[in-house]
């Protein structure tokens, strides 16, 4: 091992590395509130952000926070908060604002079991459909579910380059599991850290369109106090930002807004497959409980058992090709989740019927261990 590579060594919690993934993005604002078990980012980030010249305040809720961070990325700032279950569910009306207006800002959802206060201290991946549905109206969403503390930190940049790439805003779904095990990473060095920015327009002030219609689909983004005025508001507006009944400019608006996210999916969708050649036994896993269901694969291997896994690292988007193409190829998909089938759903919606969809369950705010999903793979193998 380099001498370099050894003096990146850490041992850090996902939560740490939420942080420090955070600040290697760029991050220059946080707003939040304490809530188990996200509060460590908070902790961390109020002692890195003032460091390095950014700006850490905790606010008197999960509402005025969301609200915060949208003011703050729209004066130039890359922003961020983290929470939990409860106070997910209160930043929803101002995620639905992000989308509308194209504010790009990153949200993390440290998950716990639910519903209300629930378990605050015990894991869960009950807020896998309130990622994608929780505001009101059709919205575009990225949500990514890190896997491993090391996945966390490069997430966490990943997060902030969709936000700002696509004028969004981006959901990381991590879980206590996740957020408080302390696992040796080795992070990658600052050279090694792809950064991307908001674009800009070329054109004066006087011809500036907030929300300018674009072959990709995605309008330029300036920032307050750059000498170019522009309305925002929550409401469907035209291309200038002003509210509009217009039908023919609502239709436009909504459709380019989800289709930025629809049309680049090939570049936003990214996983980790793994195919035994004639495996008639397919796996879906994501998160924490995905560490599960790959041991619970090895283990199927050792015994002669071909397996088809699936793990995605971005959730939403949904991988329904790679999943219909599994679907096609198997004759089972187990689905483990520590929920009582959230994501199952979606996959036999990608399935069509063209395999049987297993689901393993656990609400009881114990994690899903390797046993109960090989224990599945031998019941379907008899």
Request: proline content about 7%.
């Amino acid at each position: 091992m380099e001498t370099d590579e050894i003096s990146r060594i850490r041992v850090m919690t996902g939560n740490e590395a939420c942080a420090e993934g955070a600040m290697a993005a760029g991050l220059q604002f946080y707003a939040g509130y304490p809530i188990t078990p996200s509060s460590e980012i908070a902790e961390i980030l109020s002692i890195l952000l003032p460091k390095a010249g950014g700006k850490f305040i905790q606010m008197e809720d999960e509402i005025s926070s969301m609200g915060a961070v949208i003011g703050a990325s729209l004066a130039g700032a890359k922003a961020m908060t983290a929470t939990s279950g409860p106070g997910f569910s209160l930043k929803q009306e101002n995620l639905g604002y992000a989308s509308m207006a194209e504010i790009p800002c990153v949200v993390v959802n440290v998950m716990r079991g639910g519903p209300s206060t629930g378990l605050p201290t015990l894991p869960s991946q009950g807020d896998i459909m309130q990622a994608r549905w929780g505001t009101h109206g059709d919205h575009p969403i990225i949500a990514l579910v890190p896997n491993s503390v090391r996945e966390t930190f490069d997430l966490t940049i990943r997060a902030f380059n969709l936000a700002e790439k696509y004028r969004v805003p981006v959901i990381i779904l991590m879980d206590e599991i996740l957020a408080h095990v302390n696992e040796k990473v080795i992070l990658a060095q600052t050279e090694e850290i792809e950064i991307w920015n908001r674009v800009k327009p070329d054109v004066p002030p006087n011809q500036y369109l907030p929300y300018q219609e674009t072959d990709d689909d995605i309008p330029p983004f300036v920032s307050f106090g750059e000498g170019y005025r522009f309305h925002v508001t929550g409401l469907v507006h035209d291309q200038t930002g002003f509210p509009t009944n217009n039908p023919k400019e609502i239709d436009r608006l909504l459709q380019r807004l989800n289709r930025k996210i629809d049309r680049h999916q090939e570049q936003i969708i990214e996983l980790e497959e793994e195919k035994d050649d004639g495996a008639k036994i397919g796996i879906f896993s994501y998160g924490s409980t995905s560490r599960s269901a790959r041991r619970a694969a090895i283990w199927a291997r050792e015994k002669k058992i071909k397996i088809h896994s699936i793990r995605p690292k971005v959730i939403w988007p949904f991988p329904e090709k790679q999943v219909a193409t599994m679907a096609n190829e198997v004759d089972f998909i187990i689905v483990p989740e520590m929920n009582l089938g959230q994501i199952a759903h979606e996959v036999e919606w990608a399935a069509k019927g063209r395999c049987e969809v297993i689901k393993v369950n656990r609400i009881d705010g114990e994690p899903i261990n390797p046993q109960q999903i090989f224990e599945k793979i031998i019941e379907l193998t008899r």
